[in-house]
């Protein structure tokens, strides 16, 4: 028989705070809830997944007779925290879940119907994982996994000049990813190299974790479409400084699913004052009524794997536009509003299927 695996602390305790609701550990590391006042209860078999990514929820989904040969012990998905598209394929499947960092807790069976956040001041942080965090020039890490390890090995040495990082971030990074199944780890001293396991819960991982811009300004460009907009910005180009259109309309750019192309969003080096680049595209600064973004963070991290779009990934007519990496484009398309999440999925498709 399978050995079953024990039941996280941060689950009972979690759990523990919804009230109305009894639980009780049982020696075969399942959870039964039981409902106070009418005495239901549910058995869960408690399945510990840190990252759990759409396309490992499908297969989850697909094949989770493995995990519970009793058909009265349901699944409970432990994890650290899921996409919306996750929640939402799980909560159709019937699948319960909780999430350590969110809170969220959805649990389903006859005559049991619990769908909450829980706000649990009394979480330990581990300080390894907070030093590792999917940001800034840990981002940069993964980023450029997803650019240029995709189904190569990764050295420590390797990934740190192509993320320009210090090799210890690097291997903390890799760690990290390697703990949460993301990664699989070969070798040993030396000889360690990683591989890429899967993309999807590190793209998951990366747009939770990421920080937004430091600095936003809004700008109004006279144009008579998005798209000729998008043909006023390699104006940028005299200021001598980097550039490069990011978010929903760089994921649209990759991966077009819109009918009309959004209002751009650009990334530009954070040196440059908002209105010498208004005044570089002909526009102005402005609180209201804008048809442009403009991004800026300190350290101009997002604009390190830049690049001209390459020939055939985009129309010719905007073929000289510079574009952050697809799967930052993912990442911040992904959590934009309006149409972004949906450019994103089919974004992600491209990414994953390359």
Known sequence: ??????????????????????????????????????????????????VLSKEKASEFIKGRELFATDPARAPLVATRQLAEQTRELLRKSGISWAEELTGVCHLTGRGLLIDTRIRDDSARKNTSDVQAKLRARSGLVVESILTFFRHEPILIKTIAVRAKVSPSLAFRVLWRLSRLNLLDVHGSGPNRFWKLNEAGGILDLWAA?????KRVTNLYVWSRSPQDLLQKLPELD???????????AAANLYAPTLNSDPEPTVWVDARLPAKEIASALGGEVVDKGSN???WQSGDNLPLNLATVAPKGTVTETVSNVRLVSPARAYIEAVTAGGRGPDVAQNLRERILSS
């Open 1 to 50: 028989m399978r050995k079953r695996s024990p039941i996280p602390a941060w689950l009972h305790r979690l759990l523990g705070q919804i009230q109305g609701l009894h639980l009780t550990k049982n020696e075969d590391n399942t959870l039964t809830v039981t409902l106070s006042g009418d005495g239901r209860r549910r058995t869960f078999e408690v399945v510990p997944i840190p």
């Open 209 to 213: 974790e990421e920080e937004p811009p």
């Open 238 to 248: 005299r200021l001598d400084r980097k550039w490069a259109v990011g978010g929903t």
């Open 292 to 294: 442009l973004r403009i």
